[in-house]
C-alpha cells in the first residue's frame, strides 16, 4: 500500500521565513522556557549545543557564538544555561528527546547522538542500501529517544521499482510516515515543510550516501560554507560527513546532519523495540504462557499467526533478535555500573587507609 501523506501536511512554509528571534531559530521552545524564570533567563542565558568535538564544544544563542571546554555527557543539541560571566555551563536543561546508541568498538559505552531533536528523517535509498532490518533499528532508537521517526527513500529517480519500496519500508509501523523523495530535487523542501518549521529541530540518520547532506543542503537553501567545512574526501574520493553539526538554515529551524552510523547497537531500548513490534507484542498477549518463548511452547498465538499466515517469521526473528541484543546489552550496561560503583569504592577504601 502506498500511502499519501500529503493530505497531513500544511501548505508549505516558505523557505525565508521572516525574521525569527534567534532563540526560536535555534529551537528554543516552551518545554525549555519553562524550566527557568524570567531572571534566571537574563542571569543566566541559554546556549544550544551545535557541535561537540573532542575536547570543546560550540555554543550558540542569543548574541552568543563561542567555544568553550567540554562537560562530559553533553550532546549535541542540547540546551545549557551559561553562568553570568559567560565562561561556563552553569546547567544542562531537561531534554525532550536523547537519541543514543551503544558505541561500536571496545570500550562499546554508551554514545550520547543527538538531544533535543523533535523529527527523525530515517534515510535509505532505493537500492541495495534498503534494509527492513535496519529500519527497524533506527525506527526502535527513535521511539525510545522520545522523537517522530519518517521514512525517507532517496534516490527514486535511479530505481524502476520505487512502489515496492514504499510499501516494504510502510509495512514496519502505522506509527511512520513513508516518503519517496529525490533529494537533487526542487520539490524536496515543500515535501518536508510539514516536519520542517519554524522553532523545530530535525535531524537526518542514514547510512554512508544515502543523501542526508544532500537533504541537508537541499533545506537549507544554499550551500553553506560551514556545511563544506563538515565534509571532507574519503579514501575513495567521495564527499562523506565527518561530525555532528546543528545547521540554522533560512526556513527559521534547524537541522542535524550526522556522519553515516555503521553499526547501529541497541541498549536500553526495550520501550522503543516494543513500539516498532507493537502489532507482536499485542498477539503475543494471546499466548498461552505470559513467559512465552514463541519457539517450543503450546498454545503459542505467534506460531499460530506465522501457521495461519498472517504473519512473517522473518519479522518475528527480526524482533526476538532486537530484544534479546537490547537485553544483552541492557545487563551488562547495569553490570559494568554496578562494577564501576564497587571499584570506586574499593579505591576510596583505598585511599582513606593510606591517608590514615
Ligand atoms: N540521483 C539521485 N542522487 C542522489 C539522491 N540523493 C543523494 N544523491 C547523491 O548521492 C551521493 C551521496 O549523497 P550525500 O548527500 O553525500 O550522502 P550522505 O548520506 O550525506 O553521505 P555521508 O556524508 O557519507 O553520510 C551524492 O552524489 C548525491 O548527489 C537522489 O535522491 N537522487
Ligand atoms: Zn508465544
Known amino acids: 500500500m502506498v500511502r499519501d501523506y500529503s493530505t497531513f501536511l500544511p501548505p508549505s512554509t516558505a523557505m525565508d521565513a521572516p525574521a525569527l528571534p534567534m532563540l526560536t531559530r535555534l529551537g528554543w521552545q516552551s518545554f525549555f522556557a519553562q524550566q527557568i524564570d524570567a531572571d534566571a533567563l537574563t542571569r543566566t542565558p541559554p546556549a544550544r549545543v551545535t557541535r561537540v568535538n573532542r575536547t570543546t564544544v560550540h555554543l550558540l544563542g542569543d548574541g552568543i557564538d563561542m567555544v568553550l571546554p567540554l562537560v562530559s555527557d553533553l550532546a549535541v543539541g542540547d540546551w545549557v544555561l551559561l553562568e553570568e560571566d559567560r565562561a561556563a555551563v552553569a546547567e544542562v536543561l531537561d531534554r525532550k528527546s536523547l537519541i543514543k546508541r ?10 550520547l547522538i543527538a538531544a533535543n531533536i523533535d523529527t527523525a528523517f530515517v534515510v535509505t535509498s532505493c537500492n541495495q542500501d534498503f534494509n527492513v532490518a535496519r529500519l527497524e533499528r533506527y525506527l526502535a532508537l527513535a521511539f525510545e529517544a522520545e522523537v517522530d521517526p519518517v521514512i525517507l527513500l532517496t534516490k527514486p529517480d535511479l530505481s524502476e521499482d520505487v512502489a515496492t519500496f514504499v ?9 511512520v510516515p513513508v516518503l519517496a523523495v529525490n533529494a537533487k530535487s526542487a520539490e524536496v523542501a515543500a515535501q518536508l515543510a510539514g516536519w520542517c518549521k519554524p522553532g523545530r529541530t ?17 533545506l537549507s537553501g544554499t550551500l553553506t560554507a560551514e556545511t563544506q567545512g563538515v565534509r571532507t574526501g574519503d579514501d ?18 534547524a537541522v542535524l546532519d550526522t556522519p553515516g552510523m555503521r553499526e547501529l547497537q541497541m541498549t536500553d531500548a526495550a520501550d522503543g523495540i516494543a513500539d516498532v513490534f507493537s502489532d507482536l507484542a499485542d498477539l503475543a498477549g494471546g499466548c498461552r504462557f505470559s513467559d512465552c518463548s514463541h519457539t517450543v511452547e503450546p498454545g503459542c498465538a505467534l506460531k499460530a499467526g506465522i501457521a495461519a499466515g498472517d504473519l ?9 533478535k532486537l530484544v534479546a541484543e ?3 546489552n541492557s545487563a551488562t550496561l547495569a553490570e559494568r555500573k554496578s562494577r564501576d560503583k564497587a571499584l570506586g569504592k574499593t579505591i576510596k577504601g583505598i585511599q582513606k587507609k593510606s591517608r590514615k
Open 167 to 175: 510499501a516494504e519500508a510502510a509495512a514496519i509501523s502505522d506509527m
Open 326 to 328: 537490547d537485553a544483552h
Open 102 to 111: 551503544r558505541a561500536a568498538g571496545h570500550d562499546r559505552q554508551v554514545q
Open 312 to 320: 512473517d517469521p522473518a519479522r518475528l526473528e527480526r524482533w526476538q
Open 236 to 253: 575513495k574520493g567521495r564527499h562523506t560527513t565527518t561530525r555532528r553539526e546543528l545547521h540554522l538554515v533560512s526556513g527559521g529551524f
Open 202 to 218: 530535525i535531524a537526518f540518520l542514514g547510512s554512508s550516501g544515502v543523501g542526508k547532506s544532500t537533504l541537508v543542503n537541499a
